[in-house]
């Protein structure tokens, strides 16, 4: 029996499981497709696998290797596919990755003209009976699979350190998995050179890494598959199935046994297998929480619990420090005008029959009445914005249609437009709400380019199906210090604003359900980014 085909049979089971979920929720995310890619030619090498080590005879054996081989070519490629949308590193390393499939279409041209194995130098490598040797171009291919691979560690890790908790743990251990899984696949390629006939023990290692990259995208939905069932069917639904996988890893560890220790009573095989069944369930508990406190510290419901309480308390104490900082501003920000019209008001009755100061009067007398409507209208647009009223939009007209209205303002400060706005789809807005966040946006650029520079507008689709629209200027920039306090309201660098501007802009995009994130380097300048979710 070859126990190493069987236990690929077992991956193959669980890669096309997984591919069976994922397209049953019909996913429209690059995302979630290249997973499921990723996880189909997984299924195809391991199905393939099985075959080919079940075969009796030479010309079968040959048949199905070469067959393998086919995904093997493409499998490294596609998963760094599915770890470039995962991380939104697609757009800057595309190159990288279309060389990548243009090599494994080159390799898989290689292979179909029998240039991978030594048809005419095959071995008996027990219980595979025939295992052909390597050629120089499985060397070279072999090479390029692991330099792709340890790359997409590479951007996996660079995910790590920008993620915040608890995403971020649950990364590692997605990374440690993978590290596991690939490690135990090319255990696979020794058997294909004399100098290390080693067997492919690492094949169970497979196993690990789709069952535990299952557990993380189903049970705490990393990939945002939105998989909404009850608790009660996702874990029957897994002790099912690992219990179909135990049993089958209990049938092949029980005949080692019997070969090893030499019975061949029936009665005493059912023994020995019931009495592994029945410790299953007290094991199966007993790892769970052994896994769930060496890498989040304590067991998953507890931690979700003190996650929920910690975020309650601090969302409680961004309030009151909101409220005292509103109310200190409004308070300064009144305080000024009302100032210049008591001024005015106390030299009235004195000066009265003088015109010159009667028109002066009256003018700044309105100018800060103005200003103080001006501020409580900001201030309500802040604190009470309307209800969006939200109608299908296309992002890009709708950034070109306020660029224009800025037009003028930008050639009079000496300010150049750089336009990099993809196709996305369409999102669900309000087109005025919208125009007031990108005018503000806009206007802020300018303002810190005094001297003049580049106003650059960009529009992405995310892997995560949000639109990125990033604004960026080549002005003043702000220091860290100052990026936490942005969009709190009165908050301004700038001794003409009001600091109302950004909050509103906030206030408005997290109605919209989306997101806003400042990047900015003093001297260097600011980038402001706007995620909103697509109709997709």
């Known amino acids: 029996m070859n126990y190493y085909a069987i236990i690929n049979g077992i991956n193959s089971l669980c890669a096309l499981t997984v591919v069976i979920i994922i397209i049953l929720r019909r996913p429209r995310k690059p995302v979630h497709l290249t997973y499921a890619f990723f996880y189909f030619l997984m299924f195809l090498w391991a199905s393939t696998y099985y075959i080919w080590g079940i075969q009796k005879d030479f010309k079968s054996s040959m048949f199905w290797i070469q067959l393998l081989a086919y995904p093997v070519c493409f499998i490294h490629v596609s998963y760094l596919h599915f770890v470039l949308q995962f991380s939104e590193n697609l757009h800057r390393y595309k190159k990288y990755l279309n060389l990548g499939y243009a090599l494994s279409i080159f390799f898989a041209i290689i292979n179909a003209n029998n240039g991978f194995f030594n048809m005419s130098y095959v071995r008996d490598r027990a219980p595979f009976h025939y295992w052909p040797h390597a050629t120089p171009f499985l060397?070279?291919?072999?090479?390029?699979?692991?330099?792709?691979?340890?790359?997409?560690?590479?951007?996996?890790?660079?995910?790590?350190?920008?993620?915040?908790?608890?995403?971020?743990?649950?990364?590692?251990?997605?990374?440690?998995?993978?590290?596991?899984?690939?490690?135990?696949?090319?255990?696979?390629?020794?058997?294909?050179?004399?100098?290390?006939?080693?067997?492919?023990?690492?094949?169970?290692?497979?196993?690990?890494?789709?069952?535990?990259?299952?557990y993380l995208t189903f049970k705490h939905d990393i990939l945002g598959l939105n998989l909404v069932v009850k608790k009660t069917f996702v874990y029957t639904a897994l002790t099912l199935f690992i219990t179909l996988i135990y049993t089958l890893f209990i049938l092949i560890f029980e005949r080692a046994f019997q070969t090893v220790v030499g019975y061949k009573s029936f009665a005493m095989s059912i023994l020995f297998a019931m009495t592994i069944v029945l410790l299953f369930n007290p094991l199966r508990l007993f790892l769970i929480k052994l896994i769930d406190r060496t890498f989040f510290g304590m067991d998953i419901e507890k931690l979700s619990s003190e996650n929920i309480l910690m975020r309650d308390e601090l969302a409680k104490q961004n309030r009151m420090k909101s409220i005292a900082t509103l109310a200190a501003g409004m308070a300064?920000?009144?305080?000024?005008?009302?100032?210049?019209?008591?001024?005015?008001?106390?030299?009235?009755?004195?000066?009265?029959?003088?015109?010159?100061?009667?028109?002066?009067?009256?003018?700044?007398?309105?100018?800060?009445?103005?200003?103080?409507?001006?501020?409580?209208?900001?201030?309500?647009?802040?604190?009470?914005?309307?209800?969006?009223?939200?109608?299908?939009?296309?992002?890009?007209?709708?950034?070109?249609?306020?660029?224009?209205?800025?037009?003028?303002?930008?050639?009079?400060?000496?300010?150049?437009?750089?336009?990099?706005?993809?196709?996305?789809?369409?999102?669900?807005?309000?087109?005025?709400?919208?125009?007031?966040?990108?005018?503000?946006?806009?206007?802020?650029?300018?303002?810190?380019?005094?001297?003049?520079?580049?106003?650059?507008?960009?529009?992405?689709?995310?892997?995560?199906?949000?639109?990125?629209?990033?604004?960026?200027?080549?002005?003043?920039?702000?220091?860290?210090?100052?990026?936490?306090?942005?969009?709190?309201?009165?908050?301004?660098?700038?001794?003409?604003?009001?600091?109302?501007?950004?909050?509103?802009?906030?206030?408005?995009?997290?109605?919209?359900?989306?997101?806003?994130?400042?990047?900015?380097?003093?001297?260097?300048?600011?980038?402001?980014?706007?995620?909103?979710?697509?109709?997709?």
């Open 139 to 214: 060397s070279m291919f072999i090479a390029f699979q692991i330099s792709y691979i340890l790359f997409s560690f590479f951007i996996l890790l660079k995910s790590i350190q920008t993620s915040n908790e608890p995403l971020k743990i649950r990364l590692k251990v997605f990374l440690a998995l993978a590290i596991v899984g690939w490690s135990g696949g090319f255990t696979s390629w020794f058997h294909f050179y004399d100098a290390t006939p080693i067997h492919p023990i690492g094949n169970p290692a497979v196993t690990v890494y789709i069952l535990g990259s299952a």
């Open 332 to 536: 300064h920000e009144i305080k000024n005008p009302l100032t210049s019209i008591r001024t005015f008001a106390e030299y009235l009755p004195q000066k009265y029959d003088d015109p010159t100061f009667r028109d002066k009067f009256s003018r700044i007398v309105t100018d800060e009445v103005d200003r103080i409507n001006n501020i409580v209208r900001q201030l309500l647009e802040f604190s009470k914005p309307a209800e969006p009223e939200l109608k299908p939009i296309t992002i890009g007209p709708l950034l070109d249609e306020t660029l224009n209205l800025m037009s003028n303002n930008m050639l009079s400060n000496n300010i150049g437009l750089v336009r990099d706005l993809d196709a996305c789809p369409d999102i669900f807005a309000d087109k005025n709400q919208l125009k007031q966040v990108f005018l503000n946006l806009f206007l802020n650029c300018i303002q810190s380019m005094k001297n003049g520079g580049r106003l650059t507008v960009s529009s992405r689709l995310q892997s995560s199906g949000y639109i990125r629209i990033s604004v960026s200027d080549t002005g003043c920039g702000m220091a860290k210090e100052q990026l936490s306090h942005l969009f709190d309201p009165f908050y301004t660098t700038r001794e003409e604003g009001t600091g109302l501007g950004l909050a509103i802009v906030h206030s408005i995009i997290k109605k919209h359900g989306g997101k806003v994130e400042v990047q900015s380097e003093v001297g260097r300048g600011t980038t402001i980014s706007v995620f909103l979710k697509s109709r997709d």
